[in-house]
């Protein structure tokens, strides 16, 4: 008779939210790994389905009940299959509780704090009937051997910091991921150099700010652990996420120069250009201050790619205070931008402000912002026109039938190849641009 023990079994993983759940979704690949499943793309055969979900805002919230929701069915007919929900989500004060009651036949759920526990979770609930519940506290401690299973090649991301300690007004993080912590600087650069010895060719440092790395500790600062990193032998690039303009340094514009491996692009949210607004956000620096750090790093690298984050429709917000950010935004000029109406977070301190923004003048100032941004992000791809980049091709784009990849600016590349070039460093001559795309050829040699 066949034994059931040696069928193979698949998992299928869901992911919300930015970079930082992304590749704490490949530490739960690697745990899954580790229990010898295999990944499939088609949920209805997955033995397990593991959400990893994001609170940052409304939406990713409401995405992520939805597709619960939507188990509920395949359950009733594969009652074997294994459901957990994980991640930010169930983390927030009550969440799991509300989580159980309306999905009861979700099987496991668990926080930011216990991810690595989830083998032991899936273990015990194979051994049970009952719903494995648990949420930890931050207790302060920082993970250094989790095994994640890579899915980005050749990009790779690495964990240098987790939590926060800046409690924006509006941000729920540092309620569902704990105040903030520094992994060592020896383990994260040890890290990096067997990445690049695999051969991945763009690492991200990730952290909610990256910039505050090893303060409060003996560790090294942010700029010296990019020197060392930067340092290691082999053709990669190395990039950031996220920095808050508070800790930006003139030290650091130094070492981005000094150091061509590291990308001439700073992603540095500055979420409003209105004093006032900052100051009810509680992001601890003023629109004066935020250009000054711009006009520092324009000083040392001019032609530095500025991403952001913004937010309209903040509590309080007048139209002065949107006119300002729209002026700011034309300041700094950014290369591109993200772009946010003003999500509610219970728990956190803009939740209980009043002076609430009517949804119609929200979706018109959020509008209206997306427009200029646009214009800028085109203007920006358009200087690419008739020049040669060196791209990272990260992949290939079915429907286009062209592979892709970014230059170092963070600029997306289209072009055709009769190889597969996945992973290398190609020179293409830029035809045309679309938005924030370019589209050019190949350069031989």
Not at 109 to 127: M, Q, R
Not at 276 to 282: F, G
Not at 375 to 403: P, Q, W
Request: contains cysteine; hydrophobic residues 35%; proline residues 3%.
């Amino acid at each position: 008779m066949y034994n059931n023990l040696c069928m193979q079994k698949y998992y299928h993983i869901i992911t919300y939210g930015c970079q930082m759940n992304v590749h704490e979704s490949e530490k739960i690949a690697g745990i899954l790994e580790e229990l010898n499943y295999e990944s499939v793309d088609d949920i209805s055969k997955a033995d397990i389905a593991v959400f990893n979900t994001c609170c940052i805002r409304e939406n990713a919230e409401n995405h992520a009940f939805g597709n619960i929701g939507m188990l509920k069915k395949l359950k009733a007919v594969n009652r074997k299959m294994i459901i957990a929900v994980g991640g930010c989500l169930p983390q927030q004060m009550g969440k799991a509780e509300n989580l159980h009651e309306k999905f009861p036949y979700v099987d496991i759920i668990f926080g930011t704090h216990n991810l690595n526990k989830l083998k032991e979770y899936i273990l015990l609930k194979e051994k049970q009937k009952k719903a494995v519940i648990r949420i930890e506290d931050c207790d302060g401690s920082v993970s250094e051997d989790d095994k994640p299973f890579r899915t980005s090649y050749p990009n790779a991301w690495v964990n240098i910091t987790y939590g926060c300690n800046n409690f924006c007004s509006y941000c729920i993080v540092p309620y569902v991921r704990g105040r903030e912590r520094s992994r060592k600087s020896e383990n994260i650069i040890a890290e990096v150099e067997e990445l690049v010895k695999q051969g991945y060719k763009e690492i991200t440092l990730l952290g909610q700010n990256v910039n505050s790395y090893g303060n409060g500790t003996d560790e090294i600062t942010f700029p010296e652990l990019l020197k060392k990193i930067a340092s290691i032998e082999g053709k990669f690039r190395l990039r950031f996420m996220t920095s808050h303009p508070k800790d930006f340094s003139e030290e650091l514009a130094k070492v981005m120069l000094e150091n061509p491996k590291i990308c001439r692009n700073l992603h540095l949210p500055v979420q409003s250009g209105s004093d006032e607004v900052l100051k009810a956000m509680n992001r601890k620096y003023t629109s004066k201050d935020y250009l000054a750090k711009i006009e520092i790093l324009r000083k040392y690298i001019p032609d530095c790619a500025v991403t952001t984050d913004l937010i309209v429709g903040f509590p309080g917000e007048t139209e002065e205070d949107f006119e300002a950010t729209l002026e700011l935004v034309k300041k700094v000029n950014f290369s591109s931008a993200f772009t946010f109406v003003y999500s509610r977070r219970e728990g956190t301190v803009a939740a209980r402000m009043e002076n609430r923004i009517p949804e119609d003048v929200s979706k018109r100032r959020i509008m209206k912002l997306v427009e200029l941004v646009n214009s800028l992000t085109r203007a920006h791809s358009s200087n690419y026109e008739g020049k040669t980049v060196e791209i990272l091709c990260e992949g290939f784009d079915e429907k286009k039938r062209m592979y892709l990849g970014r230059d170092e600016y963070g600029r997306m590349g289209y072009f055709k190849s009769e190889t597969d070039v996945i992973g290398e460093f190609i020179n293409i001559k830029i035809q045309k641009t679309n938005g924030v795309s370019l589209i050019g050829d190949r350069v031989q040699g």
